[in-house]
């Protein structure tokens, strides 16, 4: 979390706003974002794979929170991109128009009328890919991360674990152990909640600035 | 977006009424194109300083459009091209080395449709100080007081400076975006048929703020509304098809007019 937060944020923002409003329309500007869009729907264990190739080999990070974080963020940043570009298309263009009419600047528009008009959107999106990010396996088992329960990892550069991994796991070896069965189940119900959480969270969000608007 | 410049040969059919006022505004030759429809053709108009300067004629004759140029707010559509020469104060602002926001500062816009910021009504008049750099709480406090006063709306939001400015009514967000452009203190006011989308009430009190500020603004208005421009403007100048077919005193254009076309508009047998 610590590292897919961050990353697909500020990644995520700036590949928006460069597309949305600094790209120059044209043939590249769509093969990039039919790109984009074609990446959103890639299988997961394919970015682990990509991740494992890329981060764990070539980069030598080996199983650790940095190489599973940014795994996780390539998965993720397709879909918080097109949330990101949904949100800033959707800032009414007079807002926009007022700003640059009483001499703002590019930027100075972008950081105080579009982006804090796009961020319930931003933030809605992130929160929902987040949200995804939380519980995938796939990617996180290409990467080979240990399933034993472990010390907690105290950085980024610690080897971890992950809920999903613990299920996999647990629920495989259930048969040698009875109460692998039970930790499993409980483990579900904490993903769960996580889970139930931020999508609550991402839907009070939206609420709350819809009212404002 | 890019703006090129090709200078034409041909020759104007300059208008300019008899005035010994000062001219802010001098377009020359303008031509523009979104894409291949030619909106503006060979426009020449002096816009004189301190007075109010109606544009009329039917929709899609390029009146929008060519107050947009005065600002350059029409280079945000992309594929515009123009040609000519727009003087503002003797200095050409169609060249690249001009910079825009410095103009857009010195020539404030209201809108057609009320467009306040989705921020509190304070927030709104202090945008236009603050992006230029004015941070002292106590300079903001007076320039956001003076430019509602000036709106002729403080009496009715004094009270309520820290509400969202969207519970305002529509003609009162008009007058709060007035006074968010005269908040940056600009020379040129470029209003694009601000009373549109009002009742007659705040119609009318959009217009005696026209009255009002004319002894310290230029003002450019676009109307719909013949009888307004009647009313409210000095010169008016009416636009048919990307041209200007006729360009004077407004007493003279509206009891006397030198073109029939002018005459069948303005008795309303079109548009």
């Given amino acids: 979390m610590a590292v897919v937060i961050p990353v697909?944020?500020?990644?995520?923002?700036?590949?928006?706003?460069?597309?949305?409003?600094?790209?120059?329309?044209?043939s590249i500007q769509s093969i990039i974002q039919t790109n984009i869009a074609n990446l959103a729907g890639v299988p997961s264990i394919v970015y682990g794979i990509l991740g494992l190739t890329v981060f764990v080999r070539a980069m030598d990070f080996g199983n650790i929170v940095l190489a599973g974080g940014l795994t996780l963020s390539l998965l993720i940043l397709p879909i918080v991109i097109v949330a990101a570009q949904e949100a800033v298309r959707s800032v009414p263009q007079h807002l926009s128009e007022a700003s640059y009419g009483m001499g703002a600047t590019k930027w100075q528009t972008i950081r105080r009328i579009i982006l804090p008009a796009a961020l319930p959107g931003i933030l809605t999106g992130s929160i929902l890919a987040l949200s995804r990010a939380i519980g995938e396996t796939a990617p996180l088992t290409v990467i080979g991360i240990p399933a034993l329960l472990m010390a907690h990892p105290g950085g980024i550069f610690d080897k971890f674990t992950a809920l999903p991994m613990q299920i996999y796991y647990w629920t495989l070896d259930s048969s040698l152990v009875d109460e692998y069965a039970n930790l499993a189940a409980a483990t579900i119900i904490v993903l769960l909640l996580l889970l139930f959480i931020l999508n609550s969270v991402a839907v009070l969000i939206r609420n709350k600035f819809q009212q404002r608007l | 977006m890019s703006l090129t410049m090709i200078k034409k040969p041909e020759t104007s059919n300059r208008t300019i009424p008899n005035t010994s006022k000062n001219i802010v505004f001098d377009t020359d030759d303008l031509n523009l194109w979104y894409g291949d429809t030619h909106a503006l053709k060979n426009i020449n108009l002096s816009i004189n300083e301190k007075e109010v300067t109606a544009i009329i004629g039917p929709s899609g004759c390029g009146k929008s459009t060519f107050i947009k140029t005065l600002n350059r707010m029409v280079e945000m559509v992309p594929s515009v091209r123009t040609s000519g020469d727009i003087k503002y104060n003797e200095k050409s602002i169609l060249e690249k080395s001009f910079r825009v926001e410095e103009l857009r500062t010195r020539v404030g816009m209201v809108f057609q449709k009320p467009n306040p910021f989705p921020k509190s009504i304070y927030e709104n008049?202090?945008?236009?100080?603050?992006i230029h750099g004015i941070r002292n709480?106590?300079?903001?406090?007076?320039?956001?007081?003076?430019?509602?006063?000036?709106?002729?709306?403080?009496?009715?939001?004094?009270?309520?400076?820290?509400?969202?400015?969207y519970g305002l009514s529509g003609g009162q967000q008009q007058r709060l975006c007035i006074a968010r452009t005269l908040a940056i203190e600009p020379d040129v006011l470029l209003m694009d048929e601000p009373t549109s989308a009002l009742d007659p009430i705040s119609t009318l009190k959009v217009?005696?703020?026209?009255?009002?500020?004319?002894?310290?603004?230029?003002?450019?208005?676009?109307?719909?509304?013949?009888?307004?421009?009647?009313?409210?403007?000095?010169?008016?100048?009416?636009?048919?098809?990307?041209?200007?077919?006729?360009?004077?005193?407004?007493?003279?254009?509206?009891?006397?007019?030198?073109?029939?076309?002018?005459?069948?508009?303005?008795?309303?047998?079109?548009g």
């Avoid at chain 2, 709480?137 to 400015?165: G, H, P, T």
């Fill in chain 2, 137 to 165: 709480k106590k300079v903001l406090d007076e320039i956001v007081e003076k430019s509602l006063r000036d709106a002729f709306i403080w009496d009715e939001v004094k009270d309520r400076l820290k509400e969202n400015a």
């Fill in chain 1, 8 to 26: 697909t944020v500020i990644i995520g923002i700036g590949t928006a706003l460069y597309l949305e409003l600094y790209i120059k329309r044209g």
């Fill in chain 2, 207 to 270: 217009e005696e703020l026209v009255q009002k500020l004319k002894e310290d603004y230029s003002i450019v208005i676009v109307t719909h509304n013949m009888q307004q421009a009647a009313r409210i403007s000095d010169q008016t100048a009416f636009f048919l098809n990307g041209e200007v077919v006729e360009f004077d005193e407004t007493e003279k254009l509206f009891s006397n007019p030198s073109d029939q076309r002018t005459e069948d508009y303005i008795t309303g047998r079109f």
């Fill in chain 2, 125 to 130: 008049v202090a945008y236009g100080p603050k």
